[in-house]
């Protein structure tokens, strides 16, 4: 069974520093896609970005970025020039490519919190 | 990407009844996912509907508690039964969409 790993529980960032959230995962499929999911007080799960394993180029969406080590199976986001907006709790996730694989897999979560 | 309304948003109940979350997706989708959430930690997945056919349910959830409805391909209903304190928490339907999911806004449910 796959497992996906958030060793930080929390993390904190001055406004427009940059943060790393750390994701490691483990699994025996070579064909999968890995996810980074926001929760705002909201509760309405935003997808962040995603990243799919047979790519080797790291995914990037505008101030988010991934460092995606196959080998290493860690997933970190990047989040650069931080804003007040993203905080929130970050999910990161993991699915099976195999057709009719639909279920994902979550981490704990990380609480992210930027201080003005 | 797929949007999905999700009702009620939030309710209060009383120990022993039932409540039945509705989610409707504005496209067809082969499988919705419904997952508990305790406020501050990760999403449990508690079973997976397909239309036409029985939930699947996950380890330590059963149909008599939460029986699931998927009538088409557009809908489905979780029901919470005979419910108790410890079953206060969010609820959250998902379908996959693309390479990754869209969920509903969530229901708080608070059991008193």
């Known amino acids: 069974a796959q497992t996906v790993t958030q060793s930080q529980p929390e993390m904190s960032v001055q406004e427009a520093e940059t943060v790393t959230l750390s994701c490691t995962y483990d699994?025996?499929?070579?064909?999968?896609?890995l996810f980074w999911y926001k929760q705002p007080p909201s509760r309405q799960m935003i997808l962040v970005i995603r990243q799919e394993a047979y790519k080797q180029q790291n995914a990037t969406e505008n101030r988010f970025s991934v460092n995606f080590q196959k080998a290493a199976k860690s997933f970190s986001l990047k989040i650069s020039d931080s804003q007040l907006g993203d905080a929130a709790m970050y999910f990161c996730a993991y699915r099976s490519a195999r057709w009719q694989a639909g279920k994902s897999t979550f981490g704990d979560g990380t609480t992210l919190t930027v201080k003005p | 990407s797929a949007v999905i309304s999700q009702k009620p948003s939030r309710d209060i109940c009383q120990r022993g009844t039932s409540l039945t979350i509705q989610c409707q997706v504005d496209s067809q989708v082969t499988m919705m996912f419904w997952y508990r959430q305790q406020p501050g930690q990760s999403l449990t997945l508690i079973a997976t509907?397909?239309?036409?056919?029985?939930?699947t349910y996950e380890s330590g959830f059963v149909i008599d508690k939460f029986p699931i409805s998927r009538p088409n391909l557009t809908f489905s209903t979780l029901t919470v039964s005979n419910m108790s304190p410890e079953d206060s928490s969010i609820y959250l339907c998902?379908?996959?969409w693309g390479y990754g999911y869209t969920f509903g806004s969530g229901t708080r449910l608070t059991v008193v």
């Open positions: 509907a397909n239309q036409g056919s029985e939930a």
């Open positions: 699994t025996s499929e070579s064909d999968y896609y």
């Open positions: 998902s379908v996959v």
